[in-house]
């Protein structure tokens, strides 16, 4: 079973830039696809981006695409999500998830391991 702990959130103004990680722990990284979700106080929990088991397949949500960056490595069984030109509105607590399907999902639901969360606050 593969463990998943978010690190890299913390304070930054608008404009500015935060990479978040996901380590996971166990053997089968490799064999999940991956995203990044994100929820504000008050909101439901929102799709951000989207990795497939290679790494060569990504997918952004609108509100992200061209800021955010999604990778991986196998190798240290770490995702990354790589944010700029940040917003206030980009303030939320950032969770990692695995998924054992393969292609593009962008439901909460269709994930079955989930990190803790990290917070990640834009200020103006």
């Known amino acids: 079973q593969v ?3 978010e690190s890299g959130g913390g304070l930054v103004q608008a404009g500015g830039s935060l990479r978040l990680s996901c ?3 166990g053997r089968t990284f490799s064999s ?3 995203g990044w979700f994100r929820q504000a106080p008050g909101k439901e929990r929102e799709y951000v981006a989207f990795i497939n088991r290679s ?3 990504t997918d952004y949500a609108d509100s ?3 800021r955010f960056t999604i990778s991986r490595d196998n190798a240290k069984s770490t995702v990354y999500l790589q944010m700029s030109s940040l917003k206030p ?3 939320a607590v950032y969770y990692c998830a695995a998924t054992a399907f393969p292609t593009i999902q962008t439901l909460p639901g269709r994930y079955n391991l989930w990190g803790q969360g990290t917070q990640v606050t834009v200020s103006s």
Do not use: H, I, N, R
């Open 55 to 57: 790494g060569g397949g």
């Open 23 to 25: 380590a996971a722990s």
């Open 32 to 34: 999940y696809a991956m």
């Open 89 to 91: 509105e980009d303030t």
């Open 3 to 5: 463990q998943l702990v």
């Open 64 to 66: 992200v695409k061209g």
